[in-house]
């Protein structure tokens, strides 16, 4: 079983800076992808961006050029440094780590707000 622990939600100004970070533990298996998901109030939930064990990323369009996504194999972390918040990013952000299946953190809420 992995357990996964998310910090660094919280209230922003429109044009300001988040960093969102996830620790895994607990797992005996090779964690393949790591990433983040996030869900807007009456939205699905939608991916943000994932990276692999090698390193491989991949965002949704929405956040390219703005988010960035990265992981500390050794230390089975990943984080998302995000910059240039918008209205629209408001959400609450899930971490997700797959192994032999998925794994999701209890989400961490995201305000962008003036």
């Known amino acids: 079983q992995v357990q996964l622990v998310e910090s660094g939600g919280g209230l922003v100004q429109p044009g300001g800076s988040l960093r969102l970070s996830c620790a895994a533990s607990g797992s005996n298996f090779r964690i393949s992808a790591m990433g983040w998901y996030r869900q807007a109030p009456g939205k699905q939930r939608e991916l943000v961006a994932t990276i692999t064990s090698p390193g491989r990323t991949n965002y949704a369009d929405s956040v390219k050029g703005r988010f960035t996504i990265f992981r500390d194999n050794a230390k089975n972390t990943v984080s998302l440094q995000m910059n240039s918040l918008k209205p629209d990013d408001t959400a609450v952000y899930y971490c997700?780590?797959?192994?032999?299946?998925?794994?999701w953190g209890q989400g961490t809420q995201v305000t962008v707000s003036s």
């Open positions: 997700n780590v797959v192994t032999y299946k998925d794994y």
